[in-house]
């Protein structure tokens, strides 16, 4: 599968019994449709967190394609935070992708990570 950003391939990483597409030149990861939920778990704060994700129609940023169907991604705002955190959705549900940063970010904001368990996994894995 190639990296939405940089259209390298990506490599495939387990990350807590979960397979993710990294991209070693730009940081990314996507995550398959349901990979989030099973890395997160099955919690009420994880269904809080994907049901604040809104589609954010007036952003300006670069719409990427799909590394599955190659479809223009949606620009999702994840929670209502200031400054806004967007991140890309296929439109078709295929998965979702994070730039470099974007996954921690996210589970701060959420406070979904007690113990700081998945940053210990990204930081491990994830260089930088």
């Not at 990314?28 to 589609?55: P, R, V």
Request: glycine fraction near 8%.
């Amino acid at each position: 599968m190639d990296c939405p950003v940089c259209k390298n391939a990506m490599i495939v990483l387990e990350l807590a019994e979960v397979e993710v597409d990294y991209c070693t030149d730009c940081g990314g990861i996507w995550f398959d449709a349901g990979e989030l939920e099973l890395l997160l778990g099955n919690s009420q704060q994880t269904k809080q967190l994907l049901d604040s994700f809104k589609i954010d129609s007036s952003s300006t940023e670069k719409r990427r394609k799909c590394p599955i169907c190659l479809k223009k991604m949606q620009k999702i705002v994840v929670g209502p935070s200031t400054p806004p955190l967007l991140i890309d959705k296929c439109a078709r549900g295929d998965g979702l992708w994070f730039d470099k940063g974007e996954l921690k970010n996210t589970l701060d904001r959420a406070k979904l990570d007690k113990g700081n368990k998945i940053q210990k996994l990204l930081a491990d894995i994830f260089p930088g």
